[in-house]
C-alpha cells in the first residue's frame, strides 16, 4: 500500500460506511435477497457496507440450509462472494444464535459473534443503517 | 368440531403462534409450516409438548425443515403435503396462522 | 364429495406463495375437487401480465397457470384489490390481466365459501 | 317466523358461517380493512359471519380512536354498520385486552368480552375461518 | 449543508407510507436539502401509473408528485423492484410508468447513501 | 456517536422493539411511531424508562398516539414531524425498526 492510499484510507472520517442489519429469516421473505443485492452494490463500488444479523436474521447464517428444497433459489450460496466484493464484516448477534437454540457453526467464514454491547458498538462505527 | 393449525410464522418473530396456543383444543393438529418450523426450538413448543398428554397431534413438513437445516424431534411427525390436504379433510376446518 | 376453496393472500413474488401451491397441487392430485381459488390482498397481482421474474426464480404465474389449464382450476383474482396494484381491470382495455385469472368480486368468495367443504387460507 | 323458516334454519349444520378473525392494529395496515369488507360481502350476501378480535387486532376495537388525525380515512366507523347487516357476534379475547392494559370499553355496542376457553370455542361453531 | 436521503419500502396503498411522506415534507419546509428518495421493494410500486386508490383515500402517490413539483425533489424507483411488481420499464413501452418517477438501479441507492449526511429508510 | 431510533411496530405483535433495546445506547434517542405507540404499554417500556437514569430520551409522535387513542406518560414527550427531523440531524445516524 502506498502512502497516499494510506493517507487517503486515514482520512476517511471514522463513522463511515453502511451497516445493513438483517432481521429476517431466509426463505419466507425477499428481504434477505433485498438486502444482499444492496450491500453487494456497495461492495461493488468500492463502499464500505458491513452486515449485521439479528433476531431471525441469524438463520440466514446457519450451516446445511437447502433453500432448493422448498423450489427457492439459494441466495445465501451468494454470501460466498463477500471476499471478492471486498465484504469483510459480518456480525451475527450472540443473544439471538442462544436465543433459538443455534450454535456458532456458519456456511460462510469470518462470522463474528458479538455480545449486544459490542454489536451495538459494532453498529456505532457506521455512517448509515438500513435494516431488512 | 377439531381443527387443523397451519402454523407459517416463527415464534421468535411475532405472536401469532402465542395466539394459535390460546385456542388451540385437544383433538386439535397443529401443522408447523415455512418458517413455523423454527418453533421447533422455542420455549412455546415445549410447554405445548408438556401440556398435550398426546391428544394433540403435532407435525412438521418435512422439506420445510430439511431446507432450514432444522433437526428432527421424537414427538413431532414429518409429513408432506400430500398428508396435509389429509389431514384438512380429517378435521373439521382449518385455521391458518400466518 | 371433497370440495375446497382456496384464499391466496401473498404476491406471486413470496415464497409463501410456493407452499400455497404445492398444497393446491397436492389436493388436485389427489382427487380433491378444487372449486377455486381466490386471489385476495397481495395475491390479486399475480394476475398482473407484465410481471417479470428473473427466470431463474420460481415462476408462481406460469404454475397457477399450469394448474388452471390441467385441472380446469378456477383462478378468481379481486378487483379491487387489483386496482389498488396497478392492475387496469376494466372489460375493454384488460389487455393487463392474465387470462388464466377471472376478474371477480368478494361475492366471489362468498360464493366459494359457501359451496366448499373446507376453506384454506395462504 | 313460520315453520318451514324455522325448519331451514333448524337443519343448517351446526357448525356454520365464517369466522374472521382479525389480529392487526387498524391504523398501520390494511388488512382490519380487507376483513371488514369480507364481513360486510357474507352480510349482504346474508350468510353468517361473526368478527373475533385477538392480538392487536383489539386495537381495532377499542374507543376515541380517530385516524383522520394520521390522514387515514377511518374504516373504524363502518363498524357501527354491523347491525344493518345483521353481523350480531363480535367477540373479542380478554387476554389479549388485559395484555395492553386495556379497558373494555369500545366504539361499538355488543361486544363480547371472552376467555381464552370461550373464546376458543365460540370459534369452533363455526364452519370456516379467515384470519386477518 | 444537511443532505438527506430517504429510502421508502412501503406500497402506495399502505397507510406507513403517509408517515414517509409527512416526514420528507417536514424535512423540506424545514430548509433540509432532500437529494433524493429511493423507492425499494414494495416501494417500488409508487411508480405504477394504473394505480387506482378509491378517491376518498390518502392519496400518497399524488403527495409525491407534488413535492417532486414543488420542491423539484428527486424520486428514484428501483428497476428490479419495479419489474417484478409489474411495471415495465423498458425505455420504448414505459407508458406504465408515473413520469414524475425517475427509474434507477441500485447504484443510485449508493450515491444518494454515499452524498448524504442522513439516510432515514421508512 | 448518538443513533436515533425510530420504533414503528407494535412490541405486543413482533420482537423488533427488543431488537432495538438491544443495542440501544446512553444518549440515544427512541421515537415511538405508527404502531410502536402502542409500546407506551408494554413491560418493555417499564424496564426501559427504569434503566435510562434519565440519559435516554423517549418520544412520542402525538397525532400517532392521539389517532390510537392511547394516553399520554408524564416521562415521555409528545413531538411532531418537524421535531423527528431535528432530531434526525441532532444525532449521529438513524435506525428504523419496522
Known amino acids: 500500500m502506498t502512502t497516499i492510499e494510506q493517507q487517503t484510507l486515514a482520512s476517511l472520517p471514522k463513522g463511515f460506511g453502511l451497516a445493513i442489519i438483517n432481521s429476517k429469516a431466509p426463505f419466507s421473505s425477499n428481504d434477505g435477497k433485498d438486502a444482499l443485492d444492496v450491500a453487494l452494490m456497495f461492495g461493488s463500488f468500492e463502499q464500505k457496507v458491513s452486515l449485521f444479523f439479528q433476531g431471525d436474521g441469524v438463520y440466514q447464517l446457519i450451516a446445511n440450509q437447502d433453500g432448493r428444497l422448498v423450489s427457492i433459489k439459494d441466495y445465501l450460496k451468494t454470501f460466498s462472494a463477500f471476499e471478492f466484493y471486498d465484504i469483510e464484516d459480518i456480525y451475527v448477534c450472540q443473544q439471538s444464535l442462544v436465543n433459538r437454540q443455534l450454535n456458532e457453526t456458519f456456511h460462510i467464514n469470518d462470522v463474528q459473534v458479538l455480545t449486544s454491547i459490542e454489536f451495538s458498538k459494532a453498529l456505532n462505527r457506521h455512517q448509515h443503517v438500513l435494516r431488512f | ?98 | 364429495m371433497k370440495t375446497l376453496a382456496v384464499v391466496v393472500t401473498t404476491p406471486p413474488y413470496s415464497h409463501l406463495t410456493i407452499t400455497a401451491l404445492t398444497y393446491v397441487e397436492a389436493a388436485l392430485v389427489a382427487g380433491i375437487n378444487v372449486i377455486g381459488v381466490f386471489f385476495y390482498q397481495d395475491g390479486a397481482m399475480h394476475a398482473n401480465k407484465d410481471i417479470s421474474i428473473a427466470s431463474d426464480e420460481y415462476q408462481a404465474i406460469a404454475h397457477w397457470q399450469r394448474l388452471q389449464q390441467q385441472y380446469q382450476l378456477p383462478l378468481h383474482i379481486c378487483i379491487t384489490a387489483a386496482e389498488k396494484r396497478g392492475i387496469t381491470c376494466d372489460s375493454i382495455d384488460s389487455e393487463q390481466v392474465n387470462k388464466a385469472f377471472t376478474v371477480s368480486g368478494l361475492g366471489e368468495l362468498v360464493e366459494l365459501t359457501t359451496k366448499a367443504s373446507r376453506l384454506v387460507q395462504f
Open chain 2, 1 to 98: 368440531m377439531s381443527t387443523l393449525h397451519l402454523v407459517r410464522q416463527s415464534a421468535f418473530a411475532t405472536n401469532d403462534f402465542t395466539q394459535c396456543l390460546s385456542v388451540l383444543d385437544h383433538q386439535d393438529t397443529v401443522v408447523l409450516m415455512d418458517d413455523g418450523c423454527y418453533n421447533l426450538k422455542h420455549s412455546l413448543m415445549d410447554s405445548l409438548l408438556k401440556r398435550v398428554d398426546g391428544t394433540i397431534n403435532i407435525n412438521i413438513i418435512s422439506s420445510h425443515a430439511q431446507a432450514r437445516a432444522i433437526e428432527t424431534m421424537a414427538k413431532v411427525s414429518h409429513i408432506d403435503m400430500a398428508d396435509v390436504v389429509a389431514l384438512t379433510f380429517n378435521h373439521n376446518k382449518v385455521i391458518t396462522w400466518q
